[in-house]
């Protein structure tokens, strides 16, 4: 898998940091898909099958962290990178996040280009080139 063509769901209920993420991963040269609930992230992540997906904690429908055990739990799809990008940032929600199998957590506010960097590092991990 080429980098430069790697496809990334993006999971947020808040349309500006949608677009914001979607600018800077285009601008990368990725594939990008968008879903502003939990229920269209599951949607989407099985119909368009990414190579990483980023979820928010808290969206409307079903929150990060069920669809985060859905996708690790369906076998098509329980190979799939996930990122937790969220506000939330207590110790219990981070150490629940990683024990349902998140890959990475990171807190908003974030650094977009931190985000990019571990995109990239999951993405060439999952291709196999370390």
């Known amino acids: 898998m080429d980098g430069a063509k790697a496809r990334i769901l993006i999971c ?7 677009e914001l993420m979607e600018f800077r991963l285009r601008a990368k ?3 990008v898909v968008k879903a502003v609930d939990g229920a269209e992230a599951l949607e989407k992540a099985r119909q368009d099958a990414p190579d990483v997906v980023v979820l928010d904690a808290m969206m409307p429908k079903a929150d990060g ?7 690790k739990g369906d ?7 996930v990122v ?5 940032k207590s110790q219990k929600d981070i150490v629940s996040a990683l ?12 650094i977009p280009e931190e985000l990019l960097a571990r995109l990239a590092r999951l993405i060439a991990r999952k291709s196999g080139k370390r």
């Open 12 to 18: 947020d209920d808040d349309p500006l940091l949608l």
């Open 29 to 31: 040269g990725y594939d």
């Open 65 to 71: 962290l069920e669809v985060l055990a859905r996708i």
């Open 75 to 81: 076998p098509a799809l329980s190979d799939t990178p």
């Open 84 to 88: 937790m990008l969220t506000a939330r």
């Open 99 to 110: 024990d349902k199998g998140a890959d990475d957590y990171l807190v908003k506010p974030f």
